[in-house]
């Protein structure tokens, strides 16, 4: 319920997080589960007519809000991709400068496939962002940070932020 409404950008407001990413103009953004354009939409405009925002989702409904939404407000940076995170079909290798997986990693089902595509995907200087829930705090539903972290470094991450809250945690990666 929460996911979708105004309570949301109150609590996490997607400018402040976009900024603490370092995202700026001219960049390539990737929302990753981008859902209904929760940080797609205030990336486009961040990162400006010179960036681009790959908003990326397994559910043609999402991309479809996606698209709505911007044709509303007049966004054309924003490029839709109906693929799975372990595949990320149609990214150029080495083009992305940040990747956000917020409250989407749980449902990947590979999530080292995922990474390593993420990685492939990424510049040398790029970031990764995961926001997710802690598993064993939802009943199951979110991912378990400590094992993530590990998963990571297989992948050729390396961990820069960790911060675990009561329910939720968040992480900043970078390839190595």
Not at 82 to 89: C, K, V
Not at 100 to 111: E, T, W
Not at 158 to 165: A, Q, S, W
Request: charged letters at 25%.
């Amino acid at each position: 319920m929460v996911i979708g409404s105004r309570v949301r950008s109150w609590l996490q407001d997607p400018y402040k997080i976009l900024s603490s990413l370092g995202l700026s103009r001219g960049h390539v953004f990737l929302d990753i589960g981008c859902g209904t354009g929760f940080l797609t939409l205030p990336a486009s405009t961040v990162v400006g007519d010179e960036g681009v925002v790959y908003a990326v989702d397994v559910d043609e409904r999402y991309l479809e809000e996606v698209r709505r939404k911007a044709a509303r407000y007049g966004v054309r940076n924003v490029k839709l991709v109906m693929t799975p995170a372990e595949r990320l079909d149609g990214l150029p290798p080495k083009s992305v400068d940040r990747a956000v997986m917020m409250f989407s990693l749980h449902h990947v089902g590979d999530r080292v496939e995922a990474f390593r595509r993420v990685r492939d995907v990424l510049k040398y200087n790029g970031l990764l962002y995961i926001h997710d829930p802690i598993s064993s705090r939802m009943l199951g539903h979110g991912t378990d940070p400590a094992k993530v972290l590990r998963e990571l470094v297989e992948t050729g991450f390396e961990p820069r932020k960790i911060r675990r809250g009561f329910l939720f945690w968040r992480g900043l990666a970078s390839p190595t």
